[in-house]
């Protein structure tokens, strides 16, 4: 059987600062919807697009996982 | 574990150079709903709305008002048309990846299987495909609107700070390409692989929030994508001038 840790390693690496990316952005939008509650319906489409640029860094390395 | 989704589109069948992918077959399909759609609401439009009509313009109005507010003045409607088309076509060819049955139908080749039907965003040369038409309609529609002079302006100068700041641009117009095909199909191959995998663990019930995450990815990936379209192109046909008077106002 053949052992191998490159494809944890490529998304254990390269998943950790998007993670981050992601939770900055989502405690900025949980702070700014704290402090103006009404703007909600402003926020979330924008922070969902800025999840999804962040995300994206992430994505290219589970390709790369997947495909080692 | 065995994951069944392979990275590049399995073929159906070869005619001679030709090669139907099972990708191509669902992006027909795709198109023959867009266009048939769109046919059925031609024949039935009028001028007060039914539910459906409401629908349709109410999205067509929002992403008009979201252009607008972007592009501004009468660049809108060609910019406009452009990333709504992207917008719908990728958002129907990302959702038509989730239809129960789509993956799993398919016949036997050497022991595995190989689907009638994929989902077009999962195969790179599709997205890819799109970054390019992308990439080079902004192309064409700055150099309609700017002028060579204008354009080229963009890339090359006398100045040496400037050429090396033009030398990060044209990097940038090939970059640009390669992360608009990879985001798309990134996300899209990855969510099909997730489903696959979670399905393997347990069949019911558990791949529904799943499913509903992948819902949501694929609404916002084809959001992205025409969002970037509209960006990038209302950046570049953008004369230096303006884009100077409009940081002066703020």
Not at chain 2, 11 to 16: A, D, E, L, V, Y
């Amino acid at each position: 059987m053949t052992f191998s840790i490159s494809g944890g390693l490529i998304i254990a690496i390269g998943g950790q600062m998007a993670a981050l990316a992601i939770g900055l952005i989502g405690a900025k939008a949980m702070e700014a919807i704290g402090r103006n509650p009404e703007a909600f319906g402003r926020i979330l489409p924008a922070m969902l697009v800025g999840m999804a640029f962040a995300e994206a860094i992430a994505i290219y390395s589970l390709i790369f996982a997947f495909l080692k | 574990m065995l994951i069944m989704v392979s990275f590049a589109a399995e073929p159906i069948i070869r005619f001679g150079f030709f090669t139907i992918t099972n990708s191509f077959l669902d992006v027909l399909l795709v198109d023959t709903a867009i266009i048939g759609i769109i046919w059925g609401f031609n024949k039935k439009a009028s001028l007060i709305p039914g539910a459906f009509q409401n629908f349709i313009e109410m999205i067509v109005e929002t992403f008009y008002n979201l252009t607008e507010s972007v592009a501004g003045g009468e660049r809108t409607p060609a910019i406009f048309s452009l990333s709504l088309s992207f917008f719908i076509f990728i958002l129907f060819a990302n959702w038509s990846g989730l239809i129960p049955g789509l993956n799993s139908v398919g016949f036997y080749r050497n022991h595995e299987l190989v689907p009638f039907l994929r989902a077009g965003t999962s195969d790179l040369n599709v997205t890819l495909a799109l970054a390019l038409v992308s990439a080079i309609a902004t192309h064409i529609y700055s150099l309609k609107t700017i002028g060579i002079k204008s354009y080229l302006g963009r890339y090359f100068s006398l100045n040496p700070i400037n050429l090396y700041v033009g030398l990060l641009e044209l990097v940038s117009e090939v970059t640009k390409v390669i992360s608009l095909s990879f985001r798309l199909f990134g996300n899209i191959f990855a969510g099909e692989i997730v489903l696959a995998t979670i399905s393997t663990i347990f069949a019911f019930v558990f791949p529904l929030p799943f499913l509903l995450l992948e819902i949501v990815v694929g609404f916002i990936q084809a959001l992205v994508f025409a969002m970037l379209t509209l960006a990038f192109m209302a950046i570049l046909s953008a004369p230096h001038q303006m884009q100077a008077k409009e940081v002066n106002h703020a």
